[in-house]
């Protein structure tokens, strides 16, 4: 019997506790938390805030109760304070426990922007279950949100706040939105946010917020920017990005990697022996870049949470985590926006560092033969390397079911690094309501091809 | 200055005479068709009838005008009547025409199954435009429609005839429908028509016509068939399959392959220098088996179409087409059914001819969140040959979006022979309403490793 202890109880902790259970039920499993919630589906809050999820119970796929069924302990509410790696030993409120392996699935923390009064009332973050419940509420009184930052939350919760009827303000320091995309793309899902949207949201780019005016209760106000714009509304969301949470495992001599999460081999092994990291403190590496990376999706953490299980409690079986594309996917009312791999600008940074020629290829098409009635053009972009012909990325905006089709077939044209001649006459099916005779894959293919002549 | 002649107006012979031109404006391109229209969309038929594409003409890519304004002369209602390789040269209506490259697109024959009094009035098939509206306009007076034959054309027109309120009878040869499915998958489409359909459509398994009774107008009556059962309906429409048109390319010494169609190789090339095949007439290989195959779908044919134009006349950057998966995909209602590579049952069939060892994993999840609203349970099943851990095949049913959202995903997956490892931790995108945190597609290939070490 082994002892196996999980740290974090999100997406990559419970499925790192429950494969480790299967994998050997004579195993003692024990989950700690600092929360009281474990199990739940982040991505599924934009959603319950919407009010298309009627009740906020049904994100949360397992209790700490459905664990213990299984033979796990759980326990909420515990907070790892110390990690004594070299006696196999952590310290939870303030008990010292001993394990025979560790998995360190610490997760992420909101990253709070520097801005005068950022403690004030009514200023959320979006992270947990109960987080969401408030913001429901106050979306539910208000008639006026200001979210700063423009990601894919900021993206989904604008969704959720113009359909109850509320003016959005979204407050993105940058030039465009979603910067995993290109300009041209962002432009596009700006586009696709003022169509829907109407007069109820207004995006203000290149512009930073320095100060929350509050009143006499500490309520949140306005806010100021740095043009000196003062801007009202009845309470504000963070949507700033999050990092690592790995402050405890780096003072424990846990090594962190270039992006600041922590450093794991392909078994999800850390530099100490018996200790793993998975999920969103855990460190990635991009299959296409063969560089270290950083995303925090559940998807992921998932995986990882699965492939650490295995080689805790099977070294005799291992089981590698190959890396990760940068796939991602939101839907924005009927529309979809996703990507997966390099955009061009992210490809022709790289060209300084390693040896890429990037090219690219937007194809506009009718997302159905042209003929069917509801059909709508949508935005396909493949990038690819001019040298090797090796596909690097894709992405496309346009409206549901069209795009998803497209970039998670991209996917596995990455997964296994093929070139625009190995996708030139990709037997793809086709029927008039799903595409044109021509797939816009193909079709851009055909372009990178004559530009890789060039 | 050569002079390049495309036989046939479909999506095969249409492609390749305008890519023809436009790789070289200074070509003589002449494209003799047997028909008075040329480059329409027969897969658009079945929307036509049903009436969601309102006009007919709105299938017709491009008319004979289009292509004479870009140069290229369109003969219609011009018979072929004889090749005479030897001498370059094909009789049409009786003339003698002299050519540097042939490209021959002749298409398919629709197979007529042999039933007394075949030739009755009020039988269809359904390959030209003309035969649409003639199909609709008779549906249109119609209560009862007999379909013979239980492929993809029959499920699109049986939605068609169920949308306008007829009552609706297929009779089936085979045990089950849709024979490129496994008979799981098949009963899972049979379901599918009996919940759209309700009372309104009933299959006959099984089943053969011997005979159609008529009255004397030759009109068609009712069918009799190989159990003595006596059917009436207002019309029949036959959708029994179709053959490659070869005769007359066989009669002049052009190689036929082991399917029947036109022997061709990577370039599309005859046994015949300077004459090429293309589409419906042509052969077929399987990339997945390595065997010669046959199937006649539309986005081949432009693939094929495209390739022949750029051997014929660019013989100095030659370009070759790799073979097919044999993908498809169709609506019914609110479903879509899509299949890529091979079968459980079709792998078996092969494992007694090649060294294959097939197995299977379904299955049944939601299309998305399971929290999210209209979450619906679609299956999906993977085929793979356990000792190479290959990924053969693919099928899916379930709602609009969902399927070729995989379906598509596998065919790249079979594109590039990916294993069952390698797809294990395949980076797909997910947000709720596309998916849940673990792809379905992930689940079937964890299945089948599983499967793989028993």
């Given at each position: 019997m082994k002892k196996i202890i999980v740290i974090g109880g999100g997406a990559a902790g419970a499925k790192a506790a429950s494969k480790a259970k299967r994998l050997n039920p004579d195993n003692l499993i024990e989950l700690y938390t600092n929360e009281d919630i474990i199990a739940f589906s982040l991505c599924g809050l934009p959603y319950y805030i919407e009010g298309s999820v009627s009740d906020v119970n049904k994100l949360i796929v397992r209790t700490p109760e459905d664990f213990k069924k299984n033979g796990i302990n759980v326990f909420t509410n515990h907070t790892l304070e110390k990690i004594i790696p070299e006696e196999n030993c952590v310290i939870i409120n303030n008990n010292h426990i001993f394990y025979d392996q560790l998995i360190l699935a610490l997760g992420a923390k909101v990253h709070i922007p520097k801005i005068k009064n950022i403690k004030a009332n009514n200023v959320y973050t979006l992270r947990s279950i109960a987080s969401g419940v408030e913001i429901r509420n106050k979306m539910l009184k208000s008639k006026k949100v200001l979210i700063i930052g423009g990601g894919y939350i900021s993206i989904e919760l604008t969704e959720a706040f113009i359909k109850n009827g509320l003016e959005v303000v979204i407050i993105e320091?940058?030039?465009?939105?979603?910067?995993?995309?290109d300009y041209d793309f962002a432009d596009r899902i700006h586009k696709i946010i003022m169509e829907k949207s109407g007069q109820n949201c207004q995006i203000l780019y290149s512009t930073q917020v320095v100060e929350f005016k509050k009143d006499e209760n500490n309520n949140f106000i306005s806010a100021i920017t740095d043009k000196n714009e003062e801007i009202e509304a009845d309470f504000v969301v963070l949507s700033t990005g999050a990092y690592p949470n790995v402050a405890i495992a780096a003072s424990a001599g846990i090594h962190l990697g270039l992006s600041g999460a922590i450093k794991v081999d392909n078994r999800m092994r850390t530099n100490f022996n018996h200790i793993f990291a998975v999920g969103d403190c855990a460190e990635k590496y991009c299959k296409i870049t063969r560089q270290a990376d950083y995303i925090g999706l559940g998807t992921i953490a998932n995986k990882e949470g699965r492939v650490a299980a295995i080689n805790a409690v099977r070294p005799d079986i291992p089981e590698s985590f190959d890396g990760i594309l940068g796939s991602t996917i939101t839907r924005f009312f009927d529309y979809t926006i996703s990507k997966t791999g390099l955009s061009y600008k992210k490809a022709e940074q790289l060209s300084n560092i390693i040896d890429l020629e990037p090219i690219e290829a937007t194809v506009l098409k009718s997302d159905r033969a042209s003929y069917m009635p509801n059909a709508s053009e949508f935005a396909i972009k493949l990038t690819a390397d001019k040298r090797s012909g090796e596909i690097l990325g894709g992405q496309a905006i346009g409206k549901i079911g069209t795009v998803a089709q497209r970039i998670n077939t991209i996917t596995s044209i990455l997964q296994s690094r093929q070139t625009i001649e190995d996708i030139l006459h990709l037997d793809l099916p086709y029927a008039p309501p799903f595409s044109g005779s021509i797939d816009p894959i193909l079709t851009a293919a055909y372009k990178l091809k004559e530009l890789s002549k060039k």
């Open positions: 320091k940058n030039e465009h939105l979603a910067s995993d995309f």
